[in-house]
């Protein structure tokens, strides 16, 4: 399991390789979730559309503006959307990084390692966190295929992640 102890080097290498795969598993988590919404039921799609419309934002738009108001900063208008995907992207690239940094540990990743990662942060942040912060509904207010659709995305995150990341360090001899 343990090659050697890894060095600080070792561990920034890891953790920027990780935040690449990271970024890339966030790349393809999208339109995976993009094209399970468009084909959900429609009275799943309006029940989901109320939630957000109540909140006034999707819940990564909602986090990009409150990091804005901590600084003293606000999102223009016409940048809110783009807000939101800057905040989904950098959350799935700093979890790329730190399972990356877990890599320099353990070679090779235990197996499904980016699966147990990605369900993680779906049960932890979509489930629990984004609720519990007000950054969205509660869980009973959405439909079920509202949580499916999150656990298929962060389920595939987790595999285009962990996949992405040992290729990455294959290539690197890592």
Excluded: C
């Amino acid at each position: 399991m343990f090659e050697r102890e890894p060095n600080a080097g070792d561990v920034l290498t890891d953790a920027a390789l990780g935040a690449l795969a990271g970024a890339a598993a966030t790349a393809l988590m999208s339109p995976l979730t993009t094209y399970l919404s468009k084909h959900e039921p429609e009275p799943a799609r309006r029940k989901e559309q109320e939630v957000t419309r109540r909140l006034g934002a999707p819940p990564t738009v909602k986090a990009a503006e409150k990091l804005a108001g901590a600084v003293g900063a606000s999102i223009p208008a016409d940048r809110r959307s783009l807000a939101g995907e800057v905040m989904h992207y950098g959350f799935g690239t700093f979890w790329g990084a730190v399972l990356g940094a877990f890599a320099s540990r353990w070679r090779p990743l235990p197996p499904g390692a980016g699966v147990a990662l990605g369900i993680l942060l779906w049960l932890s942040v979509d489930e629990g966190a984004l609720p519990a912060l007000g950054l969205s509904g509660k869980p009973n207010e959405y439909p079920r295929e509202t949580h499916v659709r999150g656990l298929a995305g962060h389920i595939a995150y987790g595999v285009v992640l962990d996949r992405t990341l040992a290729l990455l360090r294959s290539t690197l001899r890592r």
